[in-house]
């Protein structure tokens, strides 16, 4: 039992040194995308017509919107994979997902309002779906942050949230179709077969989404080595406390 | 348009550095956690399997 527990933490500690290894390679070509971003979104992109410069945060929002639907990928695999195996490795990659979701889908709700207010004249529209099921991930994520803390150690924790994940990231579909299954004032600009936008605009928006891309790469690698060091640490300190 | 651009640009910078330090710090838990593992396993090695007196000395 306490080989196979060892082979197990040298099985992680290798997984963990494989994630640090991947974000280090991405760690520069993010930074130099996210300030070709930078460029692409303020200076190459033309003004819209209407809006003016404040159509400018699309890049920044849109590109955050994208990428938390695709991190919840994550959550979801994370959580069957827990399930399916009982392999806490899942657990991490679920749960560090959901970290990095919620990072995303905080700036999607704070662009959001500072976009909408100059545009639409009004913050917030609670009462509009697309707004209300993005909400409502973001609350699904604050509460599985507080799941975690507030479960002991073990099967049952890990289990919980494992369906809750799997709970919150069904609501990603949800999101993406509540512009077509109900009345709603959110434009649909992008959909799977067509982008509404002038060439110029798509390929900043294009810039903007692989920058948010390969953030959202890093973030996770670095949450998911940052949990299986942790994980690694306290079996260690319970051997130890064991043998003693 | 000129101080969104440099405020992004010092935010995201500022962003990199502190994913930059994270990493060398992740670095370093990592290769300790490969010297204490090592050191477990030696140890482990070196005593009676069967005596169930194996001790680590992880100071």
């Not at chain 2, 994270?22 to 593992?37: C, G």
Request: hydrophobic share 50%.
């Amino acid at each position: 039992m306490l080989l196979s527990s060892k082979a197990l933490q040298i099985s992680r500690l290798r997984s963990a040194g494989r994630c640090l290894k991947i974000s280090g390679w991405v760690l520069v070509p993010t930074y130099l995308v996210m300030l070709a971003a930078i460029y692409a979104a303020f200076l190459y992109a033309p003004t819209e017509r209407v809006m003016g410069d404040v159509q400018r945060i699309f890049y920044f929002h849109v590109s955050a919107a994208i990428v938390s639907f695709a991190v919840f990928i994550g959550v979801f695999l994370g959580g069957i994979g827990y399930l399916v195996t009982r392999d806490r490795f899942w657990d991490s990659l679920a749960a560090s997902s959901v970290d990095v979701g919620l990072f995303l889908t905080a700036i999607v709700l704070t662009t959001g309002p500072i976009w909408s207010k100059p545009a639409w004249n009004v913050w917030l529209k609670w009462d509009d779906p697309r707004v209300l099921t993005e909400l409502i991930l973001l609350v699904i994520c604050v509460a599985y942050v507080i799941l975690r803390t507030a479960f002991p150690e073990g099967h049952r924790k890990y289990a919980v949230c494992a369906v809750f994940g799997i709970i919150g990231a069904l609501d990603v579909p949800i999101i993406y179709m509540s512009v077509h299954w109900w009345n709603t004032f959110h434009p649909v600009v992008i959909t799977m077969s067509e982008v509404k936008l002038d060439p110029m605009m798509q390929q900043a928006g294009l810039v903007a989404l692989s920058a948010f891309l390969l953030l959202a790469l890093v973030l996770l690698l670095q949450r998911v080595s940052i949990r299986l060091h942790d994980m690694i640490t306290k079996d260690i300190l319970k051997n130890l406390r064991e043998q003693e | 348009m000129g101080y969104l651009v440099a405020a992004y640009t010092v935010i995201w910078t500022l962003l990199f550095i502190f994913l930059l330090l994270t990493h060398r710090r992740q670095q370093r838990v990592q290769s300790e956690l490969e010297a204490i593992l090592e050191k477990i396993k030696s140890e482990a090695e070196g005593a009676d399997p069967g005596s169930g007196t194996s001790r680590t000395n992880l100071q």
